[in-house]
């Protein structure tokens, strides 16, 4: 995974310790697969503590095994457990003594810098939403994941990835300053280039929305310290063309959704082709010293975590189906994000993007164009 500036505590001799809270249940692996995740990061980062939530009588054997690490991480027992079937609102009526809901409250009350979760998406951001509120200023909130590129150690931001189905232009432009803020202190890109997900590159094409999207992100682009690139189509999602990718939260999942079908069918088919022979066999054989480096490039487990942004608190949400080492990789990333004070520097960028939004739109409307270029 891509990695950061770190940042540089006051005191050399006393290094800052980091707290991250984790949902031990939840995911589809269960508990044993999220403690094997967490010795893994924990070992990886000498810094970090982390609050482990969920059931004592099974989170505490787990833990008995690794007893090296037994002063970093504190046990907090909760009772219940958020299903991928518990629909959002139910969650948010009937979800204290979770071990989500202990997850996210351990963030509310200051107790750790950072929450991860592998639980149900929805019942997540609702949980989220409500134990830790918006930012000021903010409209929507927005799920942000990482896209691979054929650039070896660089990596993409594509946000919403489906926190919210809808997008209005001011919306599109929070996005954007919140994904290249994201860029800079996840992948330490200092001017990070963006661009607008639309059916084509060129100018005129695009429903209503996005013309005037366009026009905001390119008066207000300065003032959120990004190149913006234009209109960017979905070939580019995975290009070296650009680092933030924005679009609304259905078009965002999708892409996703496709994405990682498209990279497991590419996989499933060139197994499938390395053993149909005894020739192709010797081939693969062969070239498996190339191979493994690819599947290290494209393995998703090691880019694992959508990063809720635009709450007061961060929040990654690991994938359900995460194995340990797609744990791992959630916890380092919240880790790292909580370690450059990323929270801090998100909440500057949405005041910031809520000015360059008023002043794009009086410049807009001083040149008669109201703010749409359409018209």
């Given at each position: 995974?891509?990695?950061g500036?770190?940042?540089?505590?006051?005191?050399?001799?006393?290094p800052e310790?980091?707290v991250?809270?984790?949902?031990?249940?939840g995911?589809d692996r269960?508990?044993?697969?999220?403690v094997?995740?967490l010795v893994?990061?924990?070992t990886?980062h000498p810094?970090?503590?982390?609050?482990l939530h969920g059931d004592e009588?099974?989170?505490?054997?787990?833990?008995a095994?690794?007893?090296d690490?037994?002063?970093?991480?504190?046990?907090?027992?909760?009772?219940?457990?958020?299903?991928?079937?518990?629909?959002?609102?139910?969650v948010?009526?009937?979800?204290?003594g979770?071990?989500m809901w202990?997850?996210?409250?351990?963030v509310?009350?200051g107790?750790a810098?950072?929450a991860?979760s592998?639980?149900n998406?929805g019942a997540l951001m609702a949980?989220?939403?409500?134990r830790?509120?918006k930012l000021?200023?903010l409209?929507r909130?927005a799920?942000?994941s990482f896209?691979?590129?054929?650039?070896p150690?660089?990596t993409n931001v594509?946000?919403?990835?489906?926190a919210?189905v809808k997008?209005d232009?001011a919306?599109?432009?929070q996005y954007a300053f919140?994904?290249?803020?994201?860029?800079r202190?996840?992948l330490?890109i200092a001017?990070?280039?963006?661009?607008?997900?639309n059916?084509?590159?060129?100018e005129?094409?695009?429903r209503a929305?996005l013309?005037?999207?366009n026009?905001?992100l390119s008066r207000?682009?300065?003032a959120?310290?990004f190149?913006?690139?234009?209109?960017?189509?979905?070939t580019?999602?995975l290009s070296d063309r650009?680092?933030?990718?924005v679009t609304?939260?259905?078009?965002g999942n999708?892409?996703?959704?496709a994405?990682e079908?498209?990279?497991?069918?590419?996989?499933d088919?060139?197994?499938q082709?390395?053993?149909?022979?005894?020739?192709a066999?010797?081939?693969?054989?062969?070239a498996r010293?190339?191979?493994?480096?690819?599947?290290?490039?494209?393995?998703?487990?090691r880019?694992n975590?959508?990063?809720?942004?635009?709450?007061?608190?961060?929040?990654v949400?690991?994938?359900?189906?995460?194995?340990?080492?797609?744990i791992?990789a959630a916890?380092?990333?919240?880790?790292?994000?909580a370690q450059?004070?990323?929270?801090?520097?998100?909440?500057?960028r949405?005041a910031?993007?809520?000015?360059?939004?008023q002043?794009?739109?009086?410049?807009a409307e001083?040149a008669?164009?109201?703010g749409n270029?359409?018209e």
């Amino acid at each position: 995974m891509a990695t950061g500036p770190e940042y540089a505590s006051a005191s050399a001799t006393a290094p800052e310790r980091v707290v991250i809270s984790v949902d031990a249940m939840g995911g589809d692996r269960g508990p044993a697969a999220v403690v094997v995740g967490l010795v893994d990061s924990l070992t990886r980062h000498p810094r970090m503590d982390v609050i482990l939530h969920g059931d004592e009588a099974a989170l505490s054997p787990l833990l008995a095994r690794h007893p090296d690490l037994a002063s970093r991480v504190t046990l907090r027992h909760a009772e219940r457990v958020v299903t991928m079937e518990d629909k959002p609102a139910q969650v948010m009526r009937h979800g204290q003594g979770t071990s989500m809901w202990s997850t996210i409250d351990a963030v509310k009350d200051g107790e750790a810098a950072a929450a991860v979760s592998c639980g149900n998406t929805g019942a997540l951001m609702a949980v989220s939403m409500l134990r830790l509120r918006k930012l000021p200023g903010l409209n929507r909130p927005a799920i942000a994941s990482f896209f691979p590129t054929p650039t070896p150690g660089k990596t993409n931001v594509m946000l919403d990835m489906g926190a919210d189905v809808k997008a209005d232009p001011a919306d599109l432009l929070q996005y954007a300053f919140m994904g290249a803020s994201y860029a800079r202190n996840g992948l330490a890109i200092a001017r990070p280039r963006v661009g607008l997900l639309n059916v084509g590159t060129e100018e005129h094409k695009g429903r209503a929305e996005l013309q005037e999207a366009n026009t905001l992100l390119s008066r207000s682009a300065e003032a959120g310290s990004f190149d913006y690139v234009g209109f960017v189509e979905g070939t580019d999602i995975l290009s070296d063309r650009v680092d933030v990718i924005v679009t609304d939260g259905f078009t965002g999942n999708v892409a996703l959704k496709a994405i990682e079908g498209t990279a497991r069918l590419v996989g499933d088919l060139l197994k499938q082709t390395l053993t149909s022979t005894l020739l192709a066999k010797l081939g693969a054989l062969l070239a498996r010293g190339a191979l493994k480096r690819l599947q290290l490039r494209i393995d998703p487990r090691r880019v694992n975590g959508g990063v809720f942004l635009g709450l007061n608190g961060t929040v990654v949400k690991s994938h359900g189906s995460a194995d340990a080492t797609g744990i791992a990789a959630a916890i380092g990333l919240a880790y790292q994000l909580a370690q450059v004070r990323f929270l801090e520097r998100l909440a500057a960028r949405v005041a910031s993007a809520e000015v360059a939004g008023q002043d794009a739109q009086v410049g807009a409307e001083k040149a008669g164009t109201g703010g749409n270029p359409s018209e």
